[in-house]
């Protein structure tokens, strides 16, 4: 399989004529197969993919990794241009999402838009639980299980269930793992799951234990040292070429994982470009 994948949306860019917006996106080009991977949080997706000279009316599939806005943002716009298209995301992924900024104060950063709204857009919404092939030697990871015992999903998350609000766990978060030939690629929008948990879920179904890449949100920025330095040893255990942390990894985390790991930790950055 021939593999590119290039970052449409993240917080920055280096690059003159795109813009930076909040949030993540990537268009995975498999052959002749295009995946836009999350949407970025209003319509830097459309605006840079323009400038790129992208055509995003002639998508196979749109995976959403989780149902927080600032992945969902151009989800209803993308649909539109595409009658028809095949949304993947977890059955989870349009329950209530809060955070909460002070004691008491909720604010909404749920996806913002129902499945029925989306279907409405003639979209076909596709609800996957478990880990999933989507296209040959493409998976859609579904729900992540938590399996260590110091990465956790991020203070302050609610959700609401029978109108009560409580802890939430965001179990619609999920990743994209491609395998090719000589090891895997994952793609991760914020990784509520935790960057070890997924890395390890994605290798443990695939049967494969060499990973080309790792691009994405890591939800690290604000992690503890404590767990910040457990996940840096526990990526130098692992059999990994290249790290592209992302949009919610934080400045701290980023440079503690740079002096530790090395060149093979990159930022990565609106308008960059990965080649398998």
Do not use: W
């Amino acid at each position: 399989m021939k593999l590119q994948i290039q970052i449409l949306v993240e917080n920055t860019t280096p690059v003159p004529g795109l813009i930076g917006e909040y949030g993540f996106s990537t268009l995975v080009s498999a052959d002749d197969k295009k995946i836009l991977f999350d949407t970025g949080s209003a319509d830097a997706v459309l605006k840079n993919s323009k400038a790129l000279g992208i055509n995003l009316s002639a998508l196979d599939a749109l995976v959403i990794s989780h149902g927080h806005f600032d992945h969902t943002g151009a989800v209803l716009k993308v649909a539109e241009m595409n009658p028809g298209l095949n949304v993947y995301g977890h059955p989870a992924m349009f329950e209530p999402h809060y955070v909460e900024r002070a004691p008491g104060s909720l604010y909404p950063v749920g996806a913002g838009f129902s499945e029925s709204e989306l279907r409405l857009k003639g979209a076909n919404f596709k609800a996957i639980g478990s880990f999933t092939e989507i296209m040959p030697n493409i998976f859609f990871c579904g729900e992540i299980p938590r399996s260590n015992d110091f990465e956790d999903a991020g203070a302050g998350f609610r959700t609401e269930v029978d109108g009560q609000f409580r802890e939430d766990h965001i179990a619609d978060d999920s990743a994209l793992a491609i395998r090719l030939a000589d090891g895997l690629v994952i793609i991760s929008g914020c990784a509520h799951a935790g960057m070890i948990n997924t890395l390890s879920y994605c290798m443990e179904q695939t049967n494969c234990h060499k990973i080309l890449a790792f691009i994405g949100g890591t939800h690290l920025a604000m992690a503890s040292e404590t767990r910040i330095k457990k996940t840096i040893e526990a990526l130098k255990a692992m059999d990994i070429k290249t790290i592209a942390v992302a949009h919610c990894t934080g400045f701290n985390p980023a440079a503690m994982m740079r002096q530790s790991l090395g060149s093979k930790l990159v930022k990565a950055e609106t308008g960059m470009m990965f080649k398998y």
